[in-house]
T-cell receptor, first 117, second 115 residues
Framework: AQKVTQAQTEISVVEKEDVTLDCVYE???????LFWYKQPPSGELVFLIR??????QNEISGRYSWNFQKSTSSFNFTITASQVVDSAVYFC??????????????FGKGTKLSVKP | DTEVTQTPKHLVMGMTNKKSLKCEQH?????MYWYKQKAKKPPELMFV???????INESVPSRFSPECPNSSLLNLHLHALQPEDSALYLC??????????????FGPGTRLTVL
């Protein structure tokens, strides 16, 4: 069975602080994909990143960076110099590539990030 | 252009009403999805259409009836809903479902209230 755990329910930071959102996943499949989505108060889920299980390179996109470590089954997300517009719920998700489960995103419970001015 | 549109944005309906939610994408995607999201919870998959055929139905009650008239449109027909069905209904699309895993792009959702 697949599972995604986001242990941090809510995080509150002051603008310009760095913040890391944790994500730990469980799967027995060797081929899988990991995602991060952002959900602002408006409700739309915004795609941030997709990573496959064979690519452990860290990725940086502007103020966002992701650290994928298969050894600890973690896919953590760091926001550098946070801004008020980063306030949202962030979901980590897992999808296996085979076995009839394609299309079935397994979401974590989400981490609500509040960035205060 | 990664846009998925949904109408209406808000919907209030009584338990005896019949209504429909609509979703549209023009990205040439061949897989489309319906999710239900309750407050402070992650989205839960309801249905998946792949090449206009229903491929996944996550044991959703029959009062929810999906329809995929063509590859760009996805509807969710609602009938005899219960107050506990009040939620945010999200539509998503992806390039394909089979042959690999593609990124799902989500619409803004329809906030449904059942009185």
């Amino acid at each position: 069975a697949q599972k995604v755990t986001q242990a941090q329910t809510e995080i509150s930071v002051v603008e310009k602080e760095d913040v890391t959102l944790d994500c730990v996943y469980e799967t027995r499949d060797t081929t899988y994909y990991l995602f991060w989505y952002k959900q602002p108060p408006s409700g739309e889920l915004v795609f941030l990143i997709r990573r496959n299980s064979f690519d452990e390179q860290n990725e940086i996109s502007g103020r966002y960076s992701w650290n994928f470590q298969k050894s600890t089954s973690s896919f953590n997300f760091t926001i550098t110099a946070s801004q008020v517009v980063d306030s949202a719920v962030y979901f980590c998700a897992l999808e296996v590539a085979y076995g009839g489960s394609q299309g079935n995103l397994i979401f974590g419970k989400g981490t609500k990030l509040s960035v205060k001015p | 252009d990664t846009e998925v549109t949904q109408t209406p944005k808000h919907l209030v309906m009584g338990m005896t009403n019949k209504k429909s939610l609509k979703c549209e994408q023009h990205m040439g995607h061949r897989a489309m999805y319906w999710y239900k999201q309750k407050a402070k919870k992650p989205p839960e998959l309801m249905f998946v259409y792949s090449y206009e055929k229903l491929s996944i139905n996550e044991s959703v009650p029959s009062r929810f009836s999906p329809e995929c008239p063509n590859s760009s449109l996805l509807n969710l027909h609602l009938h005899a809903l219960q107050p506990e069905d009040s939620a945010l209904y999200l539509c998503a699309s992806s390039q394909d479902q089979h042959g690999g895993t593609d990124t799902q792009y989500f619409g803004p959702g329809t906030r449904l209230t059942v009185l």
